[in-house]
C-alpha cells in the first residue's frame, strides 16, 4: 500500500485508510465482535495503517473495538478519534447536543486514551463544529494536549472555510475530515482550496456515498431499522431510482478499466490531490480488499475529465443529510 503525508504536520498513513463506524454503528447491527476484531486485523495484515473512529460510534463501543483489535499492532498504525457532543446521564452521549467547551474536550481525550488502550491519540478531531464555543478555544485545548503529550495532531470535521482559517492560526490543523465523493462535490469550492493554501490535508468520509456508488444498493434495497440511511432524503427509493444513473456511469467506466464501480470513485478522490486519504468502511473482507484495489487504479488526467464531465451531468436527487443533521455542517 502506497503511503501519503496529510498537512504540514508530515502524518504519514496509508493511501487508503478504514472507517470503523460501521463495525458498531450507524448501519444498521453490530458485526459481531469477534468477527470486527478478525477484520480489523486483516486490515492490518494487508497494508491499511490509518483507523478513524469516535467516541459517538455506539457510544463508546467503536473505539473499545478498535483499541483492542488493533493493540498489537499500536507502533504500526495511526488512530484517529473525535469529541465534540455532549455527555448524557442515561445514554452517555447526547448526539443532538454539541459540547466543544475545553475542559469537555479534555475529558473526553483522557477516556479515549483508555478505550483506545494506547498513552496518545494520533488524529484529535472536534466531530462537528460547536456554535456556543469559540473555535479558538477549541484549538487551544488540544494544542494544550498536544503540549502534555496526550495527541499528536489535530482535526477538524465538516467545518467551513472561515472556521479552518481561524482554528489553523491557533493550532495547526493537520486534516480536514468531510464527505466527498463523486456524488458530494461541495467542498470543491471553498474548502479544498483552503487547504491546499494552508498545507491541510483531506480525509473524505462517506467516498462510497454510503455505499450507494458500490452499484449494490438500488430502489428494492431495504435498510434494517437502525440504518442511518433510512432518515437521508438521498436514499429514499424515488431518488434511489433517479441516482441510479451516476452508478450506471461509474459501471461503464470500470467495465472498461477492468475495475469495480467502488474503485472508480475511490481511484477518482485520489486523483484529486496527492494530500487526499478516503476512509471507506466495510463489515466484509472481500470489500476491504475490493476497497484496497483501488489503489492500484491509476486514472490518467484524461480520465479525471472524461468521468467529471460525464458526472456533471447527471442531476443528483436529494439531500445527503435530513434538514437539523446539515444544519451542523459547514460552519
Known amino acids: 500500500m502506497q503511503k501519503r503525508k496529510l498537512g504540514k504536520g508530515n502524518l ?18 453490530a458485526l459481531d465482535k469477534r468477527q470486527a476484531i478478525d477484520l ?25 473495538l478498535v483499541g483492542e483489535a488493533l493493540a498489537p499492532f499500536r507502533s504500526q498504525v495511526v488512530i484517529a478519534t ?11 452521549l447526547n448526539m443532538n447536543v454539541m459540547d466543544s467547551r475545553p475542559e469537555h474536550i479534555k475529558e473526553v481525550a483522557e477516556a479515549s486514551l483508555k478505550r483506545l488502550k494506547t498513552d ?6 472536534q466531530h462537528r463544529v460547536d456554535p456556543n464555543v469559540p473555535i479558538e478555544d477549541v484549538a487551544g485545548a488540544v494544542k494544550e494536549l498536544i503540549q502534555q503529550g496526550k495527541v499528536k495532531h489535530f482535526g477538524l470535521s465538516e467545518a467551513g472555510a472561515k472556521t479552518i482559517r481561524r482554528a489553523n492560526a491557533v493550532q495547526p490543523v493537520t486534516a ?6 463523486l456524488w458530494f462535490r461541495n467542498p470543491e469550492s471553498a474548502v479544498l482550496p483552503t487547504l491546499e493554501e494552508l498545507g491541510i490535508g483531506f480525509v473524505p468520509f462517506s467516498p462510497l456515498g454510503k455505499g450507494f456508488l458500490t452499484g449494490k444498493i438500488n430502489q428494492e434495497t431495504t435498510f434494517a431499522k437502525n440504518d442511518f440511511r433510512n432518515i437521508v432524503p438521498r436514499f429514499n427509493a424515488e431518488n434511489r431510482k433517479a441516482n441510479q444513473a451516476l452508478v450506471e456511469l461509474l459501471g461503464s467506466f470500470a467495465q472498461k478499466r477492468k475495475a469495480t464501480p467502488a474503485q472508480i470513485a475511490l481511484a ?60 451542523r455542517t459547514g460552519l
Not at 486485523?41 to 467503536?62: C, K, L, S
Not at 473525535?82 to 452517555?92: E, I
Open 176 to 181: 480536514l475530515q468531510s464527505e466527498y465523493s
Open 82 to 92: 473525535k469529541f465534540g457532543f455532549a455527555q448524557d446521564p442515561n445514554s452517555g
Open 12 to 29: 504519514e498513513v496509508s493511501a487508503i485508510g478504514f472507517g470503523c463506524m460501521g463495525l458498531s454503528f450507524g448501519y444498521g447491527p
Open 268 to 327: 477518482w478522490l485520489l486523483a484529486q490531490k496527492r494530500w487526499i486519504v478516503p476512509i471507506p468502511g466495510t463489515t466484509k473482507l472481500h470489500r476491504l480488499e475490493e476497497n484496497i484495489g483501488a489503489a492500484a487504479v491509476e486514472l490518467s488526467p484524461d480520465d479525471v475529465r472524461e468521468l467529471e464531465s460525464a458526472a456533471s451531468e447527471v442531476d443528483i436527487q436529494g439531500e445527503r443529510y435530513p434538514e437539523e443533521l446539515e444544519r
Open 120 to 125: 496518545v491519540i494520533d488524529l484529535f478531531y
Open 40 to 64: 480489523l486485523r486483516a486490515t492490518v495484515e494487508r497494508g491499511i495503517t490509518f483507523f478513524d473512529t469516535a467516541e459517538a460510534y455506539g457510544p463508546f463501543t467503536n473505539e473499545e
